[in-house]
């Protein structure tokens, strides 16, 4: 299985709700990501966990919190979002290697719209 | 600071064109990994190579070739014989060696395959 699968495709949330992205891959892949991308831009990295810790924090607002409750889920949870939080929020894992860069497999993407 | 830089913003081309897509990237690291992705309409980054920064070999997969020259910095991406089903943005990205680490993405290059 080489597929990273996200729910939902699509998400159209107000300013005041609470929701969450989910992501899961069965690949044993031990890092996983979050990117967001607006439209025609590259991905921007958001969160890296490792082995189901957090290990990169891109300076991420506190509006978005990551979970990773194990080692093939990773969750986005989204709380008081602004119109322009408005994106694709892509997932992606890769091996998780303290000395190589591994390729990321990434996810179809939720495509979210913050009313 | 790591850079990559993709000047072509957007291509079009007859299909059975040959088509290259141009990558440079600036890097201070000695051993770093430079990716190539490929995003079509359906929004998933589809995995393309990934050559590690010892290995210039250039490398071919079917209609796809990729040229790796380090004395000018760059990571061409050719598509031999273009197809409509080429179309898509290109992305490419480098990381380096040591593991978990960001991706940087160029800003992608709109290539349209014209029938």
């Known amino acids: 299985d080489t597929e990273v699968t996200q729910t939902p495709k699509h998400l159209v949330m107000g300013m005041t709700n609470k929701k969450s992205l989910k992501c899961e891959q069965h690949?044993?892949?031990?890092?996983m990501y979050w990117y967001k991308q607006k439209a025609k831009k590259p991905p921007e990295l958001m969160f890296v966990?490792?082995?189901?810790?957090?290990?990169i924090n891109e300076s991420v607002p506190s509006r978005f919190s990551p979970e990773c409750p194990n080692s093939s889920l990773l969750n986005l949870h989204l709380h008081a979002l602004q119109p322009e939080d408005s994106a694709l929020y892509l997932c992606?894992?890769?091996?998780?290697?303290?000395?190589?860069?591994?390729?990321?497999?990434f996810g179809p993407g939720t495509r979210l719209t913050v009313l | 600071a790591q850079k990559v830089t993709q000047a072509q913003t957007e291509i079009s081309v007859v299909e059975k064109e040959d088509v290259t897509l141009d990558c440079v990237y600036e890097?201070?690291?000695?051993?770093?990994?430079l990716f190539w992705y490929k995003q079509p309409p359906s929004g998933e980054l589809v995995f393309l190579i990934r050559?590690?920064?010892?290995?210039?070999q250039n490398e071919i997969s079917g209609r796809y070739s990729w040229n790796f020259q380090k004395s000018t910095s760059s990571f061409n991406f050719t598509i031999t014989a273009s197809q409509v089903v080429d179309s898509a943005v290109y992305f490419c990205?480098?990381?380096?060696?040591?593991?978990?680490?960001?991706?940087?993405f160029g800003k992608g290059t709109r290539l349209s395959v014209i029938a």
């Open positions: 890097t201070r690291d000695t051993t770093y990994y």
């Open positions: 992606a894992s890769s091996q998780a290697d303290l000395t190589v860069a591994n390729e990321q497999f």
């Open positions: 690949m044993g892949h031990r890092a």
């Open positions: 990205a480098l990381s380096e060696d040591s593991g978990n680490t960001p991706l940087v």
């Open positions: 050559r590690n920064s010892f290995d210039e």
């Open positions: 966990y490792s082995y189901e810790k957090l290990s």
